[in-house]
């Protein structure tokens, strides 16, 4: 990504809505707007800074809409370069013929992520708090707005610089270390660079054991209704959902697709899967449905297992029941409002509650014991330390092995030379995290997971 050039974009999403904003980033910002918008008293480039004003925006033809103008001067704006935002109506139209006017007037359309990689490269913030504006635009959860917050304030990255200054620090003492001749180097000093390390090492380690969760918070833990057709698995989806999502019918073989839908459970984003009744299929679509469902089923981390409880139990069932995972699954019983004649030892393993989908019954008794279930997965009620991207799993995974590499030379050997070495790739590794000397390729491929106007 260039910089030093002018950059807009709509920043607001697309679709109907009261207001939309085009925002420029930019050292020409301020003369792009006087070419636009015009308004009372001096133009956008003659004002004060931090101030707004209303006005009319114009292409080179006509004027296109009226709205507000918010100034921003360098350093005080999210990118630290001018920036002005024009408010104009929202829908599909205005927005983007104000973009185009914009455009016209000497700015070019910014890419993917771009005002956040300015406001990146020009140190408002890391790369870490930099994915985390994403992170805090696409989450789904209440959590997972808390976590992104918590990147995005600064908590982790001064967790990961302390590793950096710290072990910029044992690299200095290591390379001063080389200075002694072997039996003058006082006995204390290599015992206490490795007491160092480890500790720094552990304090990784703290990260990845983690870093499950993170993932689960982000990503949303996976729920799967399956069982065999027609025992009101899509019924039951419905219910949860309090909405007609998906059809049910008396048919067997109604639900072919896997059907997802989000689900909050206790804050926490979790994603929701209707499937294909389990069966010997009828025909090819319903076979592809049953293939594509027992991919999700062996994928889920909680498996929701519906069978008809006013029906003995199937040898079918009991064939799939068996290879349940009991830990991560509930069974319900439903229809009950027809009678309960399902009855077998193997039930006991299970978690299971009675429902009827029909009638709303157990419906919350359901929703509890997911509770339960995904409280297994995330601690629900605390904070954990959470790392959150694969990116940063990844580098500190790296920088631990690095560590330990180095903690195992000098243990073994005491070759300082090659310890320094170590600490010296892991201060890279960990560099590399925070974004400093990191390469464009590393940059594009996190800036480019961003919406265009961000
Ligand atoms: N009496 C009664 N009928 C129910 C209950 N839940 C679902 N049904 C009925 O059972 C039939 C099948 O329901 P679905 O929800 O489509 O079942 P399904 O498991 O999704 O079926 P497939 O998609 O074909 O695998 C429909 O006629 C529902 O109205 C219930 O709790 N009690
Ligand atoms: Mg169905």
């Known amino acids: 990504m260039m910089t030093g050039d002018t950059i807009a974009a709509i920043a607001t999403a697309l679709g109907e809505g009261g207001i939309a904003t085009i925002r420029i980033s930019g050292p020409q910002a301020l003369l792009v707007a006087d070419r636009v918008f015009y308004c009372l008293g001096p133009p956008p480039s003659q004002r004060p800074a931090q101030t707004f004003a209303w006005g009319h925006m114009h292409d080179l033809e006509r004027q296109i809409d009226d709205g507000i103008m918010l100034i921003m001067h360098a350093p005080h704006s999210y990118t630290r370069e001018d920036v002005v935002e024009l408010q104009c109506h929202g829908g599909l139209i205005i927005p983007r013929q104000v973009l185009r006017a914009v455009l016209q007037a000497g700015a070019r359309m910014a890419e993917p992520g771009e005002f956040t990689y300015r406001a990146f490269i020009n140190g408002r913030l890391d790369l870490v708090q930099a994915e985390s504006v994403n992170d805090l635009i696409r989450a789904r959860s209440d959590r997972a707005v808390r976590v992104a917050k918590e990147y995005k304030n600064g908590r982790f990255s001064k967790q990961f610089r302390e590793f950096y200054d710290h072990l910029l620090s044992i690299a200095s003492d290591l390379e001063a270390s080389l200075a002694f001749h072997e039996d003058e180097l006082p006995q204390t000093v290599l015992p206490d660079i490795l007491n160092q390390l480890e500790l720094i090492e552990l304090k990784i380690f703290d990260f990845l054991k983690n870093w499950q969760n993170g993932h689960y918070v982000r990503e949303g833990i996976s729920l799967v209704i399956a069982g065999r057709p027609n025992v009101g698995k899509s ?73 008809d409880a006013s029906n003995v139990i199937q040898n079918e069932d009991i064939i799939i029941i068996k290879s349940l995972p009991t830990k991560r699954c509930l069974l319900v019983l439903n229809k009950v409002d027809l009678g309960c004649l399902v009855s077998n030892p193997l039930l006991n393993d299970f978690r299971t509650i009675e429902t009827s989908a029909l009638l709303s019954v157990g419906i919350k008794e359901v929703v509890r014991e997911i509770s339960i279930l995904v409280s297994n997965f995330v601690q629900l009620n605390s904070f954990p330390e959470t790392i959150i991207t694969d990116r940063h799993w990844i580098i500190l995974s790296e920088t631990r092995k690095i560590l330990n590499d180095g903690i195992s030379v000098l243990r073994s050997s005491g070759d300082q030379v090659i310890a320094a070495n170590f600490v010296r790739l892991a201060i890279n590794s960990i560099g590399n995290l925070l974004g400093r000397d990191t390469t464009d390729d590393v940059l594009s491929s996190v800036f480019s997971k961003f919406c265009i106007g961000k």
Do not use: W
């Open 235 to 307: 019924s039951l989806m419905n219910a949860l959902l309090g909405k007609d999502r998906v059809i049910v019918s008396h048919q067997p073989g109604t639900t072919r697709d896997v059907i997802e839908e989000f689900f909050i459970v206790d804050g926490m984003y979790t994603r929701l899967f209707d499937t294909a009744g389990l069966r010997n299929a009828e025909c090819a679509a319903e076979e592809d449905g049953i293939r594509r469902a027992y991919d999700v089923l062996r994928k889920a981390d909680i498996v929701i297992y519906v069978v």
